[in-house]
């Protein structure tokens, strides 16, 4: 959404453009209308089509190599930087044989953000409600990534009538019940490997997460302003977020299938500005002939 100062700047503009606009055949203002764009990104005051978010396969690979790099950096320990490194390379390979051999997949799923999501309690049932109703076809293909959490209540056996499982037995214990599981090394990068995971997947690939990503986000934004701005965009056309109430445990948000950004149309004559709650400013021009 639109930063407040940046609306009721683009507001005052469209004002004086009002009062100081003078044609001598014409008399042209502003026509400001409170609005919402349909599924499909039209507006429903003016009728115009809002342009989606497209992204190059060149910005697709300079960002999937970007977060390569950030993963491989960021893994760097206090033990040995060649130790951090080599454990990130090992990571990365395991997942994309993972991707190669099970992928591309439909959804990837932020583990602990679900399983800990709402009451801030690990609950294992979280997972699987979120993956029943996104199979609910039979046909999604699922991967889960997290940390060790996802499988320690299998290890030791707080579930599956009190037997202890090694890790193997968990991660099979999941793919039984139709979940591909990545368990990675380092909690702190769980978002550069969601991100990177689903760019390998493919396109058509949702990351499920209600996460913000803040932290790295302005951490990019610090070193490369014109990657923050293709991740940005990324993640708009690509995340899938969650709202739970008592009645319904999962109420999924897809992204829109328009960039949900201030857009000027081609002739300059029509702005929409994205304000709160899934609502538009249509800003459009009118022209009076005498």
Not at 62 to 75: G, P, R, V
Not at 167 to 173: P, V
């Amino acid at each position: 959404a639109v930063h407040v100062y940046t609306l009721f700047t683009k507001l005052r503009w469209f004002a004086n453009s009002v009062y100081y606009c003078r044609a001598p055949a014409s008399d042209k203002h502003w026509n400001t209308a409170l609005t919402t764009v349909s599924d499909k990104g039209v507006c429903l005051n003016c009728d115009a089509q809002l342009p989606p978010i497209i992204l190059s396969k060149k910005q697709i690979d300079m960002l999937c190599a970007f977060i390569m790099k950030e993963i491989k950096q960021a893994s760097v320990s206090s033990r040995t930087a060649a130790w951090g490194r080599q454990v990130a390379t090992s990571q990365i390979h395991t997942l994309s044989k993972l991707i190669a051999s099970k992928g591309p997949f439909h959804y990837i799923i932020d583990g602990l953000n679900v399983a800990y999501g709402g009451d801030n309690r690990f609950r294992f049932n979280k997972i699987l409600k979120l993956c029943e109703k996104l199979n609910k076809n039979k046909d999604a293909r699922i991967l889960v990534i997290g940390g060790y959490q996802l499988i320690r209540h299998l290890i030791v056996g707080t579930v599956n009538g009190g037997r202890k499982m090694t890790k193997q037995e968990a991660t099979q214990h999941y793919a039984s019940l139709g979940i591909h599981l990545f368990i990675k090394h380092n909690r702190a990068l769980d978002d550069l490997y969601l991100i990177n995971a689903t760019l390998m997947s493919g396109g058509s690939t949702l990351l499920v997460s209600n996460d913000q990503f803040r932290d790295h986000l302005h951490h990019i934004a610090s070193c490369d302003p014109a990657m923050i701005r293709i991740l940005k965009q990324w993640l708009l056309s690509s995340q899938v977020k969650m709202l739970s109430d008592k009645k319904s445990p999962f109420t999924l948000l897809y992204p829109p299938s328009y960039a949900t950004t201030v857009h000027l149309d081609s002739s300059e004559d029509c702005y929409h500005i994205p304000t709160t709650n899934h609502h538009w400013l249509c800003v459009k021009r009118v022209i009076h002939y005498d």
